[in-house]
């Protein structure tokens, strides 16, 4: 059977019966981190795994969970407002409530003492931005029908001594728009006060992080890492219900030709995405640090797919690495050509110090001008984190057409003959990441060594990126394209090492932890703009000085790596 049939015959087999039969099963519960309903869908998780062969482990592990349990709001005149509700890691009030002056912020208003109103999501920035102003609690009013359920801590995962400070002190809860209009409109009145309850349990919760190994018939430690989150809000069925069957389903269909894979696949679940910060991933990542940083290739991560009527595809979450190959697949499929989006610090992505590329996160989206308008992120869902987030919202063929899409990326990394990375456009993103800086700096530093160590590696990129694609053009390989191969691959792996923490990870000691907030590229250079607005006499400009230089230095030092790394494979 050539490549090309056993790709067809490897997609006649993703079963659309089976995607929805297992995701109407998964979604019939709420799923709440440490909820029964979640423990139900683990267990089903280990049945059907193990059902197929796969070395298979729940890790009941104690992980810090806060669950929202019930939020108010009542106006002046007494009228309780009945969409609201509160969120993980905000605050509790204590049954008596809080009492307090109402003031709207968009951007500069003093909300010392007052509890500040804000329109959009309660999230980790916007709130820690008005508890610093002393906001003594938050209102925030999201578009459309329902609130949005979030979680507004900024620690990722599980806090630690320094980092377990930064848990929210006030209460934050969140009305939809008709009483958030009620609330402005008593506000415009004069009826400023307003009295708010919130109801939070953050506590250690006995939480399953699911995992399961089919291994290649060849031995080999390596493994792509292929899941996403289990835990919901309420039933979850888009997000992410439809998601979980995928990976059972996908399980299923691999187990079949464990003799043409190159790598294992390790099959993940986890808990506390929403209601833990992304603590599943994050104590799967600092359990299994090192097994993680030696043999994972990839990760590619699932969320929110295969929603009814989602028709498009506009970008692809992903490092730029793994891009050519989501495009192809995209692309193959579909007849889109999405464009690329830097991943973001979201979606369970705990494994970037450890070097691991992720391709894909969110897939098809909604179309823009339809289900998928005014929302968090143009293209999701209205339901997205809502009450309605259904079964019943997912499509079949939807569900299948992405499950595909999935299967064809993973089996194109497992079963290649080398692994399909692709870094050349890397460069190209990262000289755009470093002229950006460059330009913020407005001559007051200078990052040229390091811009011309990146234009070095794009054209060692371009001769690696010809050598894999040169073997994954051939049906069978020669003993000695083969030891060829396993070079390439272990080159690959080495720079993923180096290029990815240092492109993505703010915090130099890899084995702490980022905040969960959004982290720019070679995030040590954001401090240029600082640096740029202060006077060159002063002596807080030599601080900043010193400590970008230091900065510098550390980016230096890895890109060269990579370098001498590529010059010694003779790239
Ligand atoms: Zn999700």
């Known amino acids: ?33 440490g909820s029964p309903g979640e423990k139900r869908a683990a267990e089903y998780f280990r049945q059907v795994m193990s059902g197929l062969g796969l070395q298979t482990d729940i890790h009941y592990v104690e992980n810090y969970i806060s669950l929202p349990e019930k939020g108010t709001l009542t106006l002046q005149d007494g009228t309780a407002l009945a969409s609201c509700i509160t969120h993980s890691y905000g605050a509790s009030t204590g049954p008596e409530g809080l009492k307090g002056e109402a003031v709207f912020f968009s951007g500069s208003e003093d909300v010392k003492g007052k509890v500040a109103v804000m329109r959009g999501l309660a ?97 080999t430690s390596r493994f792509v890492m292929f899941g996403g989150h289990v835990d919901a809000w309420h039933k979850g069925g888009a997000d ?11 399980a299923r269909v691999f187990s079949k030709h464990t003799d043409l894979l190159n790598t294992n696949i390790r099959f993940v679940w986890w808990s506390g995405h929403s209601n833990g910060r992304y603590s599943g991933s994050n104590w799967y ?29 506009d970008h692809i979450e992903c490092n730029k690495q793994c891009y050519t190959l989501g495009r192809s697949v995209v692309k193959e ?39 998928g308008k005014g929302t968090f992120m143009p293209g999701l869902p209205w339901y997205w984190h809502t009450t309605q987030d259904l079964f019943e919202h997912l499509g079949r ?31 190209g993103e990262m000289r755009s990441d470093l002229e950006k800086y460059q ?38 390989l020669t003993p000695e394209q083969e030891q060829q191969a396993k070079e390439l691959n272990d080159l690959c792996m080495e720079l993923n090492r180096i290029l990815i923490p240092v492109h993505y990870c703010k915090n130099g000691d890899l084995f702490q932890v980022d905040l969960a907030i959004p982290i720019p590229a070679f995030p040590e250079f954001d401090e240029v703009k600082k640096l740029a607005a202060m006077d060159p006499a002063s002596d807080g400009f030599k601080f900043q000085e010193r400590q970008l230089l230091r900065e510098r230095n550390r980016v230096y030092h890895y890109l060269n790596k990579a370098v001498k790394r590529l010059e010694a494979a003779g790239l």
């Not at 940083?293 to 929603?307: K, L, P, R």
């Open 1 to 33: 059977m050539t490549r090309k049939e056993m790709e067809q015959l490897l997609l006649s087999e993703v079963s659309a019966d089976r995607l929805m039969e297992d995701a109407r099963y998964i979604t019939s519960e709420d799923r709440e981190s």
């Open 123 to 219: 999230s980790a920035v916007p709130c820690k931005n008005l508890e610093g102003r002393g906001a003594v609690g938050i209102i925030c009013i999201t578009s459309g029908d329902y609130p949005y359920n979030m979680s507004i801590s900024p620690i990722w995962g599980q806090p630690v001594p320094s980092t377990v400070d930064l848990l929210s002190k006030i209460p934050v809860v969140t009305v939809n728009t008709p009483d958030g209009d009620k609330l402005l409109a008593a506000m415009e009145k004069g009826e400023n006060q307003v009295t708010m309850t919130a109801q939070v349990s953050t506590k250690f919760r006995t939480v399953p992080v699911c995992v399961a190994e089919l291994k290649a018939d060849k031995p």
């Open 240 to 250: 992410n219900g439809g998601s979980n069957a995928v990976v059972l389903e996908l």
């Open 285 to 313: 990542a600092d359990t299994h640090w090192e097994d993680i940083h030696e043999n994972a290739v990839a990760n590619f991560d699932i969320d929110t797919v295969g929603t009814k009527g989602s028709n498009n595809f």
């Open 333 to 371: 499929r579909t007849g889109q050509d999405p464009h690329y989006m830097r991943i973001q610090r979201n979606g369970d992505q705990s494994f970037w110090a450890h070097g691991v590329p992720t391709l894909f996160e969110c897939l098809s989206l909604q179309p823009v001008d339809g289900a």
């Open 397 to 427: 063929e939807e569900l299948l057409r992405d499950a595909q899409i999935f299967a064809l990326a993973i089996w194109r990394t497992v079963a290649a003959n080398a692994y399909p990375f692709a870094f050349a456009e890397l460069a």
């Open 439 to 476: 330009a913020e700096a407005q001559g007051k530093f200078d990052l040229s060594q390091v811009q011309a160590l990146v234009d070095r590696l794009e054209g060692q990129f371009r001769a690696l990126d010809d050598k894999i694609a040169g073997l994954n053009s051939l049906e069978t």
